[in-house]
């Protein structure tokens, strides 16, 4: 039986969700509780803002909140975070986790608690896609605030490496800005510029 990627629609042997989108969600929950902690700063609006709202203001008004940051620091990020571990848990026949403690510690636990099932999660949790998009789209809702939005690059293919065993890697390879070759994100294998038509070449139909 074949199967695709839940995220980038690669072909899968079994499972759902490649090698590399689940390399690429790993990264996204360990960065999570930093990128909850980095949203603190930005809690009021940039200084030139907060300084003309003050100046047209009476003396001791406070100085406004950013709605969106507020959103994402007071909820949205633990909860999200929680209802995909609540969700798994019910799909592997477990009871509800508990939600206690600092929203910090919250977001902490879930991120971490999510990451140490990922295996499971790529080959056997139907939604692994569906949770790999929206931690994608909430780490980036959260760098979009910060001035840190990584620069995904444009896609190129994937990755056609051979392990041992004769599986291909097909994790998804792409180019960013000012690099010169391409690294696969799970295996390593590096892609110089002369080996690019052979990459094109030896993509799956239909890729």
């Not at 590399?20 to 990128?35: H, I, K, Q, W």
């Amino acid at each position: 039986m074949t199967a695709s990627c839940g995220l980038c629609d690669c072909a899968l042997v079994d499972g759902y969700l490649c090698s590399g989108d689940t390399l690429a969600l790993a990264e996204r929950l360990d960065r999570m509780p930093r990128v909850y902690a980095a949203l603190a700063g930005f809690l009021s609006p940039a200084a030139r803002a907060s300084a003309e709202f003050v100046s047209r203001s009476h003396a001791g008004a406070s100085l406004p909140v950013d709605e969106a940051v507020l959103d994402l620091r007071y909820g949205g990020i633990a909860l999200i975070l929680e209802g995909w571990r609540s969700d798994v848990q019910r799909v592997r026949g477990w009871g509800e986790p508990t939600t206690e403690g600092s929203i910090e510690g919250r977001v902490l636990r879930a991120a971490r608690w999510l990451g140490m099932e990922l295996s499971w999660i790529a080959a056997s949790y139907p939604a692994a896609g569906d949770l790999a998009r929206e931690i994608r789209e909430l780490e980036g809702a959260a760098l979009s605030i910060v001035g840190a939005t990584e620069d995904r690059g444009k896609r190129i293919g994937n990755c056609v490496a051979v392990d041992a065993s004769g599986v291909v890697c097909g994790a998804v390879l792409r180019h960013r800005h000012g690099e010169t070759r391409l690294v696969c994100p799970w295996c390593t294998c590096a892609y110089e510029a002369q080996d690019f038509l052979m990459l094109k070449a030896l993509q799956p139909e239909g890729a």
